[in-house]
């Protein structure tokens, strides 16, 4: 899947609003609220970190798939999760803040873990290694002009405009569903055509994966007895990779466009499958929020 306006334009244009929107729904103290429950932090770090790709091995000793495409999972597996868990969990009403904070520091440790375990994938199937150099710059760049910018400026607009950050709340969560459809719906357009063969190379494994995760992230959260809003955080971080980031390394670095072909599929697949977390998110706070008002 190779960069077009879809991907380099109009997907982070519009996760940039809809940062700006997240922005307008957090005040300082939500991520005050999260250093005072580090156990959420360290719940989301270790399911990102060490469950998602003991997943994956899972998946790629049981689901028969071609070398290539067994690495490409892996390093899909080892990826953290991008703007696009921010964007689900604001839509699912899960915690916001701790979403972001998550984001931050596994893209940030990613840096150091992708390039070795990637190491180590390649030598387990391939029976050979790499050396791998992530562009540290530019990923951090990425992170802090779609994500962390946007909603710093949404958090000064509530600061200074409180009346009316309140009234754009509503507007701007409609605003980004409404953009979220229309990725969808391009990028489907765009590589649609492509979608059956992924499918069949490797579509068992990318779900599995997709699916596994997010059921382990909300498992380990219910474990660890994790408010409901943090719990759907979890599920989300841990379940929604950064499939463009998973390209640039297999195609990019790796120079095997056979290896992308995971990611390529992931990335159309994890908006519908995260859709589902949305709905079961919305539902689960409203039915908390009824449970609550009656006690």
């Known amino acids: 899947m190779q960069s077009t ?3 380099a334009v109009l ?10 929107g997240m922005g307008l729904s957090l005040v300082p103290a939500d991520f005050r609220r ?13 399911g990102q970190m060490l469950l998602l790709p003991l997943i994956g091995l899972l998946i790629v000793r049981v689901v028969p798939l071609q070398p290539d495409l067994a690495v490409g999972l892996m390093v899909l597996a080892l990826c953290p999760g991008g703007p ?22 596994n893209s940030v440790l990613s840096v150091l873990t992708i390039p070795f375990l990637t190491n180590l994938v390649l030598q387990m199937i ?36 409180p009346r009316g950050a309140s009234r754009l709340e509503k507007p701007m969560s409609r605003l980004a569903v409404g953009l979220l459809a229309l990725i969808i719906g391009l990028l489907l357009l765009r590589e649609g055509s492509k ?10 494994g990318v779900l ?38 998973a390209i640039a390394i297999t195609a990019g670095l790796l120079n095997n466009a ?38």
Not at 11 to 20: G, K, T
Not at 84 to 90: A, E, H, I, K, M
């Open 5 to 7: 306006i879809v991907t």
């Open 11 to 20: 997907l982070p244009l519009a996760l940039a609003v809809v940062m700006l």
């Open 34 to 46: 999260v250093r005072r429950y580090p156990r959420a932090v360290a719940v989301g770090l270790v």
């Open 84 to 105: 696009s868990s921010n964007v689900l969990t604001y839509l699912a009403r899960g915690d916001v803040a701790l979403s972001v904070t998550l984001t931050a520091i």
């Open 126 to 161: 391939l029976g050979r290694s790499t050396t791998i150099v992530l562009p540290i710059g530019s990923s951090l760049l990425q992170i802090l002009l779609i994500t962390l910018l946007p909603i710093a400026l949404g958090m000064v607009l509530r600061q200074r405009f």
């Open 195 to 204: 979608l059956p063969g992924f499918v069949v190379q490797v579509g068992s």
């Open 208 to 245: 599995l994966l997709n699916l596994l995760a997010m059921a382990a992230g909300l498992a380990t959260g219910r474990l660890f007895k994790l408010p409901l809003a943090q719990q759907i955080c979890v599920a989300i971080e841990v379940g929604l990779q950064n499939g463009t980031l």
């Open 258 to 295: 056979e290896m992308a072909i995971p990611a390529a599929l992931y990335s159309l697949l994890m908006y519908g499958t995260g859709f589902a977390v949305v709905l079961y998110g919305r539902r689960a706070t409203r039915a908390a929020t009824l449970r609550t008002g009656s006690a």
